[in-house]
């Protein structure tokens, strides 16, 4: 009797990906550099550790690995490296999706969800996967009815990769330090008297209590960092963030700006709309939460391009699925 081969999708999807993006590297079509708040610490030729208590520590421990393999990888390392982080990044979405949908992405969900990452520089595929990390973590445990055992190890540890990844970007790691912070809220509210206290469950909680006090502690140095920055050195709000909506305000007429808010603002209407209770509520703040973190860097904003993808998922899906019942009417 002949044994049947199961292929695994989600592993040959993710081959794909990595594939494609390394080839995408190698012939030059798309190189991912670092960022120079990493290469200067790089190029210091201190050791890592030399650096722990440094402002930039964790955004210079995520592209670590990177730098070493540009070392021995002159002009591709890098790049190679951001690419583990797109496919780790595809495979992430498509099990958001599905958790928030039911299904996996169609092929556009796919190609425009790549599209992006071409467009992104060093750091956005690598803050991308800590927003990820976050959205799997509420598709997870985010509905009122999925109580289930949160504070685990593995949990715990997404939890921190979440906040760590995230850190790349001030903007992003805001965004995914106060939807972490709902997230938690909430469970910690409906499940907590649901367990009874042992040795093990009090290690863990001690643990997640660890990564949380951890994010707390770095959000505050970021608020502070920015209201340094724009009272004492800048002395505005254009000035000072100088990669988000203050790019617009620079550059453009404030009716501009106010144009683009507008927008935002009906395509967020809009998507409520239509999409009211046919998608987990929780998903509304997120996305409102992304989009005021918008203002402070375009990465943050992009943060949006998940929710958005998966709402047109449903749109289109329950478009054709009411089309194909008239039709056979």
């Not at 445990?141 to 921190?160: A, Q, V």
């Not at 909430?186 to 009874?196: A, D, E, M, T």
């Not at 935002?264 to 996305?287: D, E, N």
Request: charged share 10%; glycine share 10%.
């Amino acid at each position: 009797m002949r044994r049947r081969i199961v292929i695994d999708k989600g592993a040959l999807l993710g081959l794909l990906v990595f594939t494609v993006f390394c080839l995408l590297s190698l012939t030059g079509v798309k190189v991912f550099e670092a960022w120079s708040q990493v290469t200067v610490l790089w190029d210091s030729g201190w050791p890592l550790l030399y650096f722990i208590d440094h402002f930039h520590f964790e955004r210079y421990l995520t592209a670590y690995p990177g730098l070493m393999l540009e070392e021995r990888l002159p002009g591709i390392g890098f790049s190679i490296y951001i690419s583990l982080f797109a496919t780790i990044n595809t495979l992430l979405f498509r099990q958001v999706h599905m958790n928030f949908t039911g299904y996996r992405p169609s092929l556009f969900a796919y190609i425009a969800f790549l599209l992006i990452h071409l467009a992104m520089n060093g750091r956005g595929p690598i803050g991308w996967t800590g927003w990820l990390l976050c959205l799997g973590l509420h598709g997870r445990f985010g509905d009122p009815g999925r109580t289930g055992p949160f504070m685990t190890i593995t949990n715990s540890s997404l939890l921190f990769f979440s906040i760590l990844f995230s850190s790349v970007s001030s903007g992003v790691f805001m965004v995914v330090f106060l939807s972490n912070a709902m997230l938690i809220a909430r469970v910690l509210r409906g499940s907590l008297h649901l367990h009874r206290l042992s040795l093990g469950r009090i290690l863990t909680l001690l643990f997640a209590s660890a990564i949380i006090g951890y994010g707390i502690y770095r959000a505050i140095l970021y608020l502070l960092d920015s209201v340094v920055k724009i009272h004492l050195f800048f002395g505005s709000y254009s000035a000072v963030i100088t990669h988000g909506v203050g790019v617009l305000v620079e550059r453009y007429e404030l009716s501009v700006v106010l144009l683009v808010a507008a927008i935002l603002g009906i395509s967020f209407a809009l998507f409520w709309t239509f999409l009211k209770g046919r998608i987990a509520p929780v998903l509304w703040p997120l996305m409102a939460i992304s989009m005021v973190g918008g203002a402070f860097g375009f990465t943050t904003l992009t943060l949006n391009i998940p929710l958005v993808l998966i709402f047109i998922s449903i749109l289109i899906r329950e478009f054709l699925s009411n089309l194909t019942s008239q039709t056979q009417t």
